[in-house]
Structures are given as structure tokens and as C-alpha cells.
């Protein structure tokens, strides 16, 4: 039996392309102040509608099953959720897996408490010129971008919480 066609080695070579064709097809990066592009995609529970969030700060991530950043990221974006949601923020994980049950398997076992929509065509990354995963987005109340990040790491979170807490309008 050919060793090269194994369902690992399969699964990591669709990942690899996955991530190089975001690198070569996206677009630009999107200017901040100008409005981030619309959307509307299925949700884990809903339709997901960008405008349907006007009015909130929105964190916008962009994630895959098979990215071990997005898995450490899910937790502190629960409690991103949790501590600021009451005061306006609404993240929005948006998964890009090409099968939907690899994005289920991977809520199975790591959980999220904020929505979740599925792109599998990838359209949105495209509009928003992602170049890897994660990736994340800052929109403000009026639907505007204020702020893009590329992956995640331990030492991004403090940054980060506290340009939401800013944008919230308070540094508690």
C-alpha cells in the first residue's frame, strides 16, 4: 500500500493547501475606519449577520479544526464573553473547515459560548484578506474595523482585552 495516501497524511496536505490558498487568494488588508464587509452565514444555532450586531463591539475570529492556536484561544474568548458581554461585546467565531463535522467534533471538545458560524466556501476570509489562523477582527459599534490580528499567543491577550475594554468605553 502507498504510505502517502494514509487519511493523516491526507488530512494534513488539505490543511496545508487550505492555508496557502487564504495566502494567495486573499485579498488586501481591510482599512481601518472603513466599514468591515458584511456577511451572513450559518450559524451553529442561527443565520450569523454582521448588521444584525450593530451597536456592539464585535471580536470577529476566523478559526479552523485543525489550528492548535484556535483551540487555545477558545477558552479566553468564553471569558472575553462571559466578563464583557453584558457591556457590549459580541465575538463571533467563524469556522472555515470545509466539512462541518470536523468544526462539530472540535466544539465537542472544546466548547464555545458565543456564536459560531461556518463559512466552508471561505468567502468571508476573503473579504477580510485573512493571511492564516486565527485571525481576528475589532469592529466597533457603528460596523466599523478598528483593529486586525494574526494568530494567538499567550503574551497577545492583555493587549488585546484591553484595546475591547477601551473600545467599551471603560478600563475596569
Excluded at 504510505?3 to 490558498?21: D, E, M, Q, Y
Excluded at 466552508?120 to 466597533?140: E, N, Q, W
Aim: charged share 25%; proline share 5%.
Amino acid at each position: 500500500m502507498n504510505t502517502f495516501f494514509k487519511p493523516k497524511k491526507i488530512k494534513t496536505l488539505a490543511s496545508t493547501l487550505v492555508v496557502g490558498l487564504l495566502v494567495v487568494v486573499q485579498a488586501h488588508a481591510l482599512d481601518k475606519g472603513k466599514p468591515a464587509p458584511a456577511f451572513e452565514l450559518n450559524g451553529s444555532e442561527a443565520t450569523v449577520k454582521l448588521s444584525k450586531y450593530q451597536g456592539k463591539l464585535v471580536y470577529l475570529d476566523f478559526w479552523a479544526s485543525w489550528c492548535g492556536p484556535c483551540r487555545q484561544s477558545f477558552p479566553w474568548m468564553n471569558e472575553l464573553q462571559s466578563k464583557y458581554g453584558a457591556r457590549g461585546l459580541q465575538i463571533i467565531a467563524v469556522n472555515l473547515d470545509s466539512k462541518n463535522e470536523d468544526a462539530k467534533n472540535f466544539l465537542n471538545t472544546t466548547p464555545a459560548r458565543f456564536v459560531v458560524a461556518f463559512d466552508p466556501a471561505g468567502a468571508t476570509p476573503r473579504s477580510y484578506g485573512v493571511k492564516g489562523m486565527p485571525s481576528s477582527f475589532l469592529i466597533d459599534q457603528d460596523g466599523k474595523l478598528v483593529h486586525e490580528h494574526s494568530g494567538f499567543r499567550e503574551s497577545d491577550k492583555e493587549e488585546l482585552e484591553n484595546k475591547i475594554k477601551s473600545l467599551l468605553g471603560s478600563a475596569k
